[in-house]
């Protein structure tokens, strides 16, 4: 998805996983997964509500909560409406310019 929507859409793509680094960067490479994966992620999982592995969580602009769930279809269907009525108002995530 993050290739799809990428960053000057206002959307980024964060993976969250319970397993260490060791574990979870080999996965990385061969998948070559371009998005921000974090490792041994206990306690920001916990933070998010995450209970189960993989669990996709989709914030909107203001940092709120719009899914939390399973199924890679939903979540893209979900980032795309958020997308539809709050449409980004940045150039560049991250940029600091609007």
Do not use: C, W
């Not at 979870?24 to 999982?45: E, K, L, M």
């Not at 995450?50 to 890679?72: K, M, Q, W």
């Amino acid at each position: 998805m993050q290739k799809k929507y990428g960053f000057d859409k206002g959307v980024l793509i964060v993976a969250l996983s319970d397993e260490p680094d060791r574990t979870v960067r080999p996965f990385i490479q061969r998948n070559n997964v371009n998005y921000v994966v974090g490792s041994d992620a206990g306690r920001t999982s916990g933070e998010f509500g995450v209970r189960a592995y993989p669990t996709i969580v989709v914030l909107d602009p203001f940092g709120e909560s719009v899914y939390r769930g399973h199924n890679p279809i939903d979540a893209e269907r979900i980032v795309e409406e958020t997308i539809r009525k709050t449409p980004p108002n940045v150039k560049q995530l991250g940029s600091g310019r609007s």
